[in-house]
């Protein structure tokens, strides 16, 4: 069972940015897949990000060229730069393990209001 805690959201003008932090514990952290979803209100999570333990990186269509993921193993976490925001990325945003059934974090929410 590995454990999520996201921050580093918060209110954001069109075209500004964040950077979101996922830290993880409660296992090997190193092995897995990392990835960052989003969720509006009533709607299914979507993948957002994705980055494999040797670093390979996936986007969203949605997303990319303006997000960034990264991933610090010997820290225990994962990062999205989110830049050149967007209204349509308003969402709370989570972390996950892919390939894992573990519980969802509380997620961080990214508003992006003019």
């Known amino acids: 069972q590995v454990t999520f805690v996201e921050s580093g959201g918060g209110l954001v003008q069109p075209g500004g940015s964040l950077r979101l932090t996922c830290a993880a514990s409660g296992s090997i952290f190193s092995i897995w897949t990392m990835a960052w979803y989003r969720q509006v209100l009533g709607k299914q999570r979507d993948l957002v990000a994705s980055i494999g333990r040797g670093g390979r990186t996936g986007y969203a269509d949605s997303v990319k060229g303006r997000f960034t993921v990264s991933r610090d193993n010997a820290k225990n976490a994962v990062y999205l730069q989110m830049n050149s925001l967007k209204p349509e990325d308003t969402a709370i945003y989570y972390c996950?393990?892919?390939?894992?059934?573990?519980?969802w974090g509380q997620g961080t929410q990214v508003t992006v209001s003019p």
């Open positions: 996950k393990a892919e390939g894992r059934r573990d519980s």
